[in-house]
């Protein structure tokens, strides 16, 4: 359920990671480089249903900050590469990519918290008095 919007995700990481290593700033290729195996990881960990054996992390909260992180990031070092990459194909290639894969980010942050919202019904309190 958690891990159908992480292949695109994958996919995309690595897109960005060749545009940004052809490109003259390589440095960027990091973080890149690390949301692909962040987000390699937890596709492993809930395809394998080892979430469900390790029940002492809470892995739809760690998944959440995940998503929130990698689409900030994502969103911020893609407009600085499209703003300042005159003169760098690759970089703006990467650029434009990253602020899709921000994107996609955005939404996975949007589905999980969703999930979250959705777990964390609150019930109502019983007014009867029983007199």
Same mark, same amino acid.
């Given at each position: 359920?958690? @891990?159908?919007?992480?292949?695109?995700?994958?996919?995309?990481?690595?897109?960005?990671?060749?545009?940004?290593?052809?490109?003259?700033?390589?440095?960027?290729?990091?973080?890149?480089?690390?949301?692909?195996?962040?987000?390699? #990881?937890?596709?492993?960990?809930?395809?394998?249903?080892?979430?469900?054996?390790?029940?002492?992390?809470?892995?739809?909260?760690?998944?959440?900050?995940?998503?929130?992180?990698?689409?900030?990031?994502?969103?911020?070092?893609?407009?600085?590469?499209?703003?300042?990459?005159?003169?760098?194909?690759?970089?703006?290639?990467?650029? #434009?990519?990253?602020?899709?894969?921000?994107?996609?980010?955005?939404?996975?942050?949007?589905?999980?918290?969703?999930?979250?919202?959705? !777990?964390?019904?609150? !019930?109502?309190?019983?007014?009867? @008095?029983?007199?």
């Amino acid at each position: 359920m958690l @891990e159908a919007a992480e292949q695109p995700l994958q996919v995309l990481s690595l897109i960005i990671l060749i545009c940004y290593a052809a490109s003259m700033y390589g440095g960027y290729a990091a973080l890149a480089i690390c949301e692909l195996i962040i987000t390699a #990881v937890f596709f492993g960990i809930f395809m394998m249903g080892l979430d469900k054996q390790f029940v002492l992390v809470n892995w739809v909260w760690t998944d959440l900050f995940r998503a929130g992180i990698g689409a900030v990031l994502f969103i911020i070092t893609s407009l600085i590469c499209v703003i300042g990459g005159a003169g760098d194909p690759a970089r703006i290639a990467g650029g #434009v990519f990253g602020l899709i894969a921000g994107l996609l980010f955005a939404y996975d942050t949007y589905t999980i918290f969703l999930q979250v919202k959705s !777990t964390r019904q609150h !019930t109502a309190a019983s007014t009867d @008095e029983g007199v």
